[in-house]
């Protein structure tokens, strides 16, 4: 499920974003859900780079580049994807950020607003509502 506001109708496809970048980070600290997601994003055109790691992920040379970053909330090893998201803000990255998570609820969906996500998605989610999410948040 993708909760955003509501925007105007442009069909963003990664042959015309490349204006704006198609670079998508990933970062869930579950490998299979890495390689799914990874897949998806190349088959649709996108540079997908997967990131297990939090602090590679932070360290990337690439993130400044990124078009939109996908976080898993629940990353375990005593960090957060609402941790991430505020080191990003206080990085120079300033793109969308695309929080997913496995246990959806009320407080989870409160943090991910108040972290001022692009787009919240459940999982499992499908690649439509994915590439939804990221058309959405590059196109703001």
């Known amino acids: 499920m993708v909760q955003s506001g509501m925007r105007a109708n442009r069909c963003l496809t990664p042959e015309n974003m490349t204006e704006t970048r198609n670079l998508i980070l990933v970062l869930d600290d579950d490998q ?6 990874t897949r998806a994003l190349k088959v649709h055109g996108f540079a997908a780079e997967p990131f297990r790691c939090p602090q ?21 090893a005593g960090i957060s994807g609402f941790d991430i998201s505020a080191r990003l803000k206080a990085s120079a990255y300033a793109g969308p950020v695309i929080f997913m998570t496995g246990s959806d609820s009320e407080r989870t969906r409160a943090g991910a607003l108040r972290a001022g996500c692009a787009a919240y998605l459940t999982k499992p989610f499908s690649s439509t509502a994915l590439l939804r999410a990221i058309r959405n948040a590059v196109a703001d």
Request: net charge negative; hydrophobic share 60%; charged share 20%.
């Open 32 to 37: 299979s859900v890495l390689t799914a997601l």
């Open 56 to 76: 590679d992920f932070l360290a990337n040379a690439k993130l400044g580049r990124a078009a939109c970053v996908l976080l898993d909330i629940d990353l375990g």
